[in-house]
């Protein structure tokens, strides 16, 4: 449709976003564009506003100040609820599952929440609906088939991380929000879920990634944002990144 | 024997009230962080429904049927004021619990001082067939039917809501919401009619728990006071199995109940202390909170 070198709409775009609790501003003055199909690495230290910045988006928070666009469209003013319906999709730092229900339970509501369909409530889930369906083939686009009736709550760090990805893939979000999606996962782990990530990316979804892991974000990100106590430090390539004086400072010999 | 026996069945019938009155407390603190303090007054208003329906029924109506038409009442009033209360008084101040809290205990408070007002401390006696009053000999032991009631009302509340919780989809919804809100709303899900329908389902629940410890328990006499003294039992029975989970209401209840009936009658007995059931259960939720700050089924979070 749109020639390849015309300019696109960004996926999601923040204008002057600015949060503040009572006297104390969380976060203020973030621009960011992140262009369809890219990942955006958000770090920073602790209490830089990274996760500020992830609520803000996904629409947990109100900002007191900017706008917030979805492929062009204000959506500041919209509730979680309603973005979440738009295609936006998070993980938490914490833990973004159901531990008591299965792991089919878990990318089944995911699917069935992005379709519209809660309804028929007190209908018995069958194995053969749509919603089944395509909660199946996100746990087999991660490698969870073999788990789906496992609770959520009895898989290993890795396998719930791996779980987070499929209910983004079985809710069908098409800008995914990540909070830390390597914490506590093993080494081993890392490399797998970092693949699984790019190729979400790949397939033409938009990522936002706040990690720790500098090999990850840099291996990942198109465009990496460093956040610092509350204020947008830097924001451009890898490469850019890194090499600017700024972010050097602020690190103090860090390795980045 | 015979009385040991004797107090385990009525141990398990007032176990099986006292369930009925947790688990709907217990999903809504789980799913939308209120302490319901109203939920004494759906209990009472319950009882109050089916008495006012019975008050209106031919005198020939067969009492059996006159106390299935109370059950019904009693869980459609439950949920009708759950309803009423949720959609006009809770859901307002979503995002201001302590409010909510306050709100509850007001109109529990109002109601009870309503109905005090209309109907006197203890003057209704709610209709419940004879067999009530009989008892059945199981083997050597002699249990009194209205027991049976009780019992049976718990045990198919109990695999009813575990099978909507555990088999439907808007069961699924709730108990995800139970365990992450937060999530399920990032999911795209609104969890408001969530809110809606576990108040409902807790009303309906307690209405009947109402009704049934009116039956059972205080002689038919109705007082508008008897949802309130229910509720604090209700309450240490959700802390001790984990707020927010249907089975750790289900144990702790029962375990209450139980431990209720045998130290009332054995401490009685011995010690001559009338109020040691209750003295009973207060040290067994210390203990619990002691060594199981979350309950006996509560997930660490």
């Known amino acids: 449709m749109t020639a390849r070198d015309e300019p696109q709409t960004p996926a999601l775009t923040a204008r002057g976003l600015g949060f503040r609790v009572g006297g104390a501003q969380i976060l203020a003055d973030v621009d960011l564009e992140v262009p369809a199909g890219h990942c955006l690495g958000v770090i920073g230290p602790n209490g830089a506003g990274k996760s500020t910045l992830l609520n803000l988006l996904s629409g947990i928070l109100r900002p007191s100040a900017g706008t917030i666009e979805l492929a062009g469209r204000d959506v500041t003013a919209l509730g979680a609820v309603a973005r979440a319906r738009l295609g936006v999709g998070r993980t938490f730092q914490t833990s973004s599952l159901f531990p008591t229900l299965s792991v089919l339970e878990n990318a089944r509501l995911a699917a069935e929440a992005r379709h519209g369909t809660v309804r028929g409530f007190w209908h018995r889930p069958r194995a053969s609906d749509e919603a089944t369906r395509v909660a199946s083939e996100a746990l087999a686009a991660v490698g969870l088939g073999p788990l789906a009736a496992r609770p959520a709550g009895a898989l290993s760090h890795g396998d719930k991380r791996k779980l987070e990805l499929a209910i983004l893939i079985a809710s069908d979000a098409r800008t995914l929000l990540l909070d830390e999606p390597m914490a506590g996962v093993n080494t081993e782990n890392v490399e797998p879920l970092t693949d699984l990530i790019g190729g979400l990316a790949r397939q033409g979804r938009t990522v936002v990634l706040i990690e720790h892991h500098m090999s990850v974000v840099v291996g990942l990100a198109e465009t990496i944002a460093v956040l610092d106590s509350g204020r947008l430090l830097a924001h451009g390539t890898p490469d850019e990144v890194i090499a600017n004086d700024e972010v050097q400072r602020a690190y103090l010999g860090q390795a980045l | ?301």
């Open chain 2, 1 to 301: 024997m015979t009385i040991f026996l004797s107090l385990t069945f009525a141990g398990l019938a007032l176990g099986a009230v006292y369930f009925l009155a947790a688990s709907g407390l217990s999903l809504i603190y789980g799913l939308m962080d209120i302490l319901n303090f109203a939920h004494g007054m759906f209990m009472t208003l319950g009882a109050y429904a089916g008495w006012d329906l019975a008050t209106h029924l031919p005198a020939s109506t067969p009492s059996a049927v006159t106390f299935a038409l109370e059950v019904l009442a009693a869980v459609a009033g439950g949920a009708l004021a759950a309803l009423l209360t949720e959609v006009v008084f809770i859901r307002p101040l979503y995002g201001k619990p302590l409010s909510q809290v306050l709100v509850t205990i007001g109109l529990d408070l109002a109601v009870v001082a309503l109905l005090l007002g209309g109907f006197g401390a203890n003057s209704l006696s709610l209709p419940v067939p004879l067999w009530f009053l009989e008892a059945t000999h199981v083997g050597s032991v002699l249990l009194p039917n209205a027991d049976f009631v009780a019992l049976v009302g718990g045990v198919v509340v109990l695999v009813a809501l575990e099978w909507f919780l555990r088999r439907t989809r808007f069961g699924i919804v709730i108990r995800a919401g139970v365990e992450n809100r937060e999530m399920v709303s990032a999911l795209g899900v609104d969890v408001g009619r969530a809110f809606t329908l576990v108040f409902v389902i807790g009303g309906a629940m307690a209405g009947l728990a109402g009704l049934l410890y009116t039956a059972v328990f205080t002689g038919d006499l109705l007082s508008p006071l008897q949802g309130d003294g229910l509720l604090i039992f209700a309450f240490i029975v959700v802390v001790i199995g984990g707020l927010g989970s249907i089975r750790g209401s289900a144990v702790a209840a029962v375990v209450v109940g139980l431990l209720q009936d045998y130290a009332n009658y054995y401490g009685g007995q011995h010690a001559g202390f009338s109020e040691i059931g209750n003295l009973s259960t207060v040290l067994l939720l210390a203990l619990v909170l002691e060594i199981r700050p979350r309950g006996l089924f509560g997930r660490a979070t």
